[in-house]
């Protein structure tokens, strides 16, 4: 059984920090790419960042330069790292999990930045 399990929401002042952390289980990890969307109130589910099983990273516009995606395959654990939260980065977060024939998705962790 796949499971995608997010952790490391919360609520944060603009400008603070939060790290999320997505553990996997039931997958190869290592051979997965691994994905960060968030979804806000009213809104589509959108990329955040993503990385390869390589490494290679990828990143939205607007969360370049805040943001950092990395993995730990010893650990089967992805991580996004979020530095400088602004509010419009409010939504619930979801991890997911890429190969060539299957996706997964976590049940996602709610990430509110307000003052």
């Known amino acids: 059984q796949v499971q995608l399990v997010e952790s490391g929401g919360g609520l944060v002042q603009p400008g603070g920090s939060l790290r999320l952390s997505c553990a996997a289980s039931g997958i190869t990890f290592s051979i997965y790419a691994m994905g960060w969307y968030r979804q806000a109130p009213g809104k589509k589910r959108e990329l955040v960042a993503a990385i390869t099983s390589g490494g290679s990273t990828h990143y939205a516009d607007s969360v370049k330069g805040r943001f950092t995606i990395s993995r730990d395959n010893a650990k089967n654990t992805v991580y996004l790292q979020m530095n400088s939260l602004k509010p419009e980065d409010t939504g619930v977060y979801y991890c997911?999990?890429?190969?060539?024939?299957?996706?997964?998705w976590g049940k996602g962790t709610l990430v509110t930045i307000s003052s």
């Open positions: 997911n999990a890429r190969d060539r024939t299957m996706d997964y």
